[in-house]
């Protein structure tokens, strides 16, 4: 699987726009980005998922670029209550999920 | 909507004891997977089944079995509880389905298990 590093934290204040990049050199052909948001005490939440260029959803938008080596992750207008931390995960979509790891993941800190 | 239901929120067992982590999903998921979520080492891929009676290893499957014989529920075992398997654990599902969607996981709320 194609490693991932990702900033170990970012701080925001309420309705800016948060940008968090994550970096995979050696993504493969048939990766797929996907992340996930996790607040505390719970399980990890899907939030979006692209391949390549960009993908956009009600709460977030993926931006890829043409050689893939790297990703972004958009959060419009955030507000305290994104305050989580956020994990990239490139693997492909049709193969095993042995070794399947998340990394340790990006904690963003929302002020008021 | 979506529910995966995880049968204790915490739990705390003494050194050899023989632990069960359930999970159940109500969504017809055909994957399922256990993982253990432990301070800077992020999330952990302990066992995964594609189906039925079906289970596969993940990366730290070790003091660790697995159980599915119902495609709803997924069994944790930990055959004698060590210290060192004192973390939080997570059970997700997911469905095959279009190119990536094996991603779109859905989570339970998680097991904090304390082995004393």
């Known amino acids: 699987l194609a490693k991932t590093t990702q900033p170990i934290s970012m701080d925001s204040y309420e309705g800016q726009e948060v940008n968090i990049t994550c970096s995979h050199n050696?993504?493969?052909?048939?990766?797929?980005i996907t992340w996930y948001q996790q607040f505390p005490s719970q399980g990890p939440r899907f939030i979006i998922q692209g391949y390549k260029t960009k993908v956009t959803n009600e709460v977030a938008s993926l931006f890829i670029p043409a050689d893939r080596k790297s990703s972004t992750l958009s959060l419009p207008r955030v507000s305290l209550s994104d305050t989580a931390v956020y994990y990239c995960l490139v693997a492909p979509s049709n193969t095993g999920f042995q070794k399947l790891v998340f990394g340790t993941g990006t904690r963003l800190l929302v002020s008021p | 909507d979506v529910k995966v239901t995880q049968s204790s929120r915490y739990l705390v067992k003494r050194t050899g004891e023989k632990v069960f982590l359930e999970c159940v999903q109500d969504?017809?998921?055909?994957?399922m997977f256990w993982y253990r979520q432990d301070p800077g080492l992020g999330l952990r891929l302990i066992y995964f089944?594609?189906?039925?009676?079906?289970?596969e290893k993940g990366d730290i499957p070790e003091g660790y079995s697995v159980s599915r014989e119902k495609k709803e529920r997924f069994s944790l075992i930990l055959e004698s509880a060590s210290t060192n398997q004192t973390s939080m654990y997570l059970c997700?599902?997911?469905?095959?389905?279009?190119?990536?969607?094996?991603?779109?996981?859905?989570f339970g709320p998680g097991t904090r298990l304390t082995v004393t």
């Open positions: 050696n993504i493969a052909t048939n990766d797929y």
């Open positions: 997700a599902s997911s469905t095959p389905g279009v190119s990536g969607s094996n991603y779109e996981q859905y």
């Open positions: 969504m017809d998921h055909e994957n």
């Open positions: 089944s594609y189906d039925v009676k079906m289970k």
